[in-house]
């Protein structure tokens, strides 16, 4: 069963850092690009955030999280993680991680993050 499987979310204030991580499982992680997205609050579109590539030889960011937000993997243990620096309010949203096997999108259940005074 192909599953995966978000932790780290939580509160935070301007300025602090989150790292969040996605466990994948039931199939070969090392050979697939892994993708984390976000959707704000009210109604908002599921936007990118970002994503690595298979080996992690490329990491690519929407402008808006660039030099802030890392994305790392680990194949030994099948986990993509998402390193956040330099929080912002509107940073606020729950984050998914995602994978694709050819025209299909595999979603995590999303981990919320908020960032707030």
């Known amino acids: 069963q192909v599953q995966l499987v978000e932790s780290g979310g939580g509160s935070v204030q301007p300025g602090g850092s989150l790292r969040l991580s996605c466990a994948a499982s039931g199939f070969t992680f090392s050979q697939f690009d892994m993708s984390w997205y976000r959707q704000a609050p009210g109604g908002k579109e599921r936007e990118f955030v970002g994503y690595i590539s298979k080996g992690g030889v490329r990491t690519q960011y929407t402008d808006s999280v660039s030099g802030r937000f890392t994305i790392s993997r680990d194949d030994v243990k099948n986990t993509v993680n998402l390193q956040m620096n330099s929080l912002k309010p509107e940073d606020t949203a729950v984050y998914y991680c995602?994978?694709?096997?050819?025209?299909?999108?595999?979603w995590g259940q999303g981990t919320q993050v908020t960032v707030s005074s």
């Open positions: 995602k994978t694709r096997f050819g025209f299909s999108s595999i």
